[in-house]
């Protein structure tokens, strides 16, 4: 079974930046898209970041497009997101993904949560 292990939420001011990584086990991701999911109280689920499995490509969702990056180093098997100049509306618990395309079928982690106060 493939656990995936966030780090590095906390709170933080607005302005300010935080780096969130993810841990991978039981399985390496060279393989395997990954991504960064987000959700705030009350809200469903939302995209934050993803990235392919040669770090060819990337996405963003248009809220974080300028202020956040993700990257993957497949030695350590993790993927990170740098996140900058921070909002209070990223305030949200930030999940960790692991997509498998063959199957359709996606890894969470455990989420870690992100507080930024005004």
């Known amino acids: 079974q493939v656990q995936l292990v966030e780090s590095g939420g906390g709170l933080v001011q607005a302005g300010g930046s935080l780096r969130l990584s993810c841990a991978a086990s039981g399985r390496t991701v060279s393989s395997y898209a990954m991504g960064w999911f987000r959700q705030a109280p009350g809200k469903e689920r939302e995209f934050v970041a993803a990235?392919?499995?040669?770090?060819?490509?990337?996405w963003y969702a248009d809220f974080v497009k300028g202020r956040f990056t993700i990257s993957r180093d497949d030695a350590k098997n993790t993927v990170s997101l740098q996140m900058n100049r921070l909002e209070p509306e990223d305030t949200a618990v930030y999940y960790c993904n692991l997509h498998v395309l063959q199957t359709g079928y996606d890894y969470w982690g455990q989420g870690t949560q992100v507080t930024v106060s005004s």
């Open positions: 990235i392919n499995w040669n770090s060819v490509n990337k």
